[in-house]
């Protein structure tokens, strides 16, 4: 009977209606994605610089700017781009995983009324998106980190890998198929540092600047809240990071792999090139995981507006 229409048939439910699963999955990748594209030759600055005087106090970088133009000059301003292909697939897996799954967790236990969950709660669902994100994206974190790292070596001794699909596809062939998720422990480790950090961060500094009644939900907003997000991030991951860049690139010596394991990379850092050199490529760190931090959000914030508006308004 008409009288008796379920409010829900109705789109009257007790939760806002909201963008299928799939919409959230396909924006989080092309968030990143179109990040991705901005930032890239940072990227590939701070990977240079995480490997820089490896084994050695030595560097070959001294500062962010000197290895820039470095690169620039030797690569020209192609060679800042190396990796691209990597970069975009790694957002398109890890990045789609890791933002779809934290957004459908955080729509369902958020409360009735529209109470969003608490930190902690905010945290522990950004550390299970990251690592579930990070395992999905590990094959495209490698071919990356070794496409990045390939300029700085004498021309008998890279990789030469032409795109990521090729890094792949040699990668298994030559390497075995294991090879593509190495370094997969310290990878979903840096994940779940990252978005404990990243997510519940942004989350929790949008909802408290809101709160403050001197910003309403706009770009503005969405800035300084990743912002404080970025700046969170950075200053917990970089030690996981380098370990994560340092297995992923390393090479089979007589048939023994350079490090052992994460803590291997980690003491052998500390011992031959000092410990704040876990810190090393801060610079760059920071100037691409502000900024991709920034973008994403702002892309994601700004495609579930326009979804909103054009299939979920009336």
């Keep these: 009977m008409a009288a008796t229409a ?7 439910s007790g939760k806002p209606r909201t963008s299928p699963k799939s919409v959230k999955f396909l924006f989080g990748g092309l968030a990143g994605m179109g990040a991705t594209v901005f930032v890239q030759p940072l990227d590939l600055v701070k990977n240079r610089m995480q490997l820089s005087g490896e084994g050695a106090k030595t560097r070959e970088y001294k500062t962010s700017f000197h290895a820039l133009t470095s690169i620039l000059k030797a690569e020209g301003l192609k060679g800042i ?28 236990l958020t409360g009735a009324d529209g109470t969003p ?7 522990l669902i950004g550390m299970t998106a990251g690592a579930t994100g990070a395992f999905v994206g590990t094959p495209a974190e490698v071919a990356l980190i070794r496409m990045t790292a390939d300029g700085r070596l004498p021309a008998d001794q890279r990789r030469g890998y032409r795109n990521v699909f090729n890094a792949l596809i040699r990668i298994a062939r030559e ?8 370094g997969c422990i ?13 997510l519940a961060s942004y989350s929790q500094s949008k909802q408290f600047l809101l709160d403050s009644g001197y910003f309403s939900d706009n770009i503005l907003c969405h800035f300084c809240a990743s912002m404080i997000s ?31 394991n994460g803590l291997d990379v980690l003491v052998k850092v500390v011992r031959y090139e000092g410990f704040f050199s876990l810190w090393k490529g801060f610079t760059p760190y920071y100037a691409r995981l502000g900024p991709h ?17 054009l299939f979920l308004s009336g």
Excluded: C, H
Aim: hydrophobic letters at 45%.
């Design 81 to 108: 781009y190396t990796g691209l292909s990597a970069g975009l697939l790694r957002q398109a897996t890890y990045t789609t995983t890791r933002l779809g799954i934290y957004t459908v967790l955080f729509e369902r």
């Design 117 to 123: 969950p608490g930190f902690l709660l905010k945290a």
């Design 175 to 182: 390497e075995g198929v294991p090879t593509l998720w190495r």
């Design 293 to 309: 931090t920034v973008l994403t959000f702002i892309f994601l914030e700004q495609m579930n507006k326009a979804y909103k508006r």
């Design 6 to 12: 379920s409010p829900v048939a109705g789109g009257m």
């Design 230 to 260: 970025g700046l969170v991030t950075t200053a917990a991951s970089m030690p996981v990071d380098i370990v994560k860049t340092r297995i992923q690139n390393m090479r089979m010596i007589d048939g023994k792999p350079e490090y052992k």
């Design 186 to 198: 310290p990878t979903m480790a840096r994940a779940v540092v990252v978005n404990a950090a990243q």
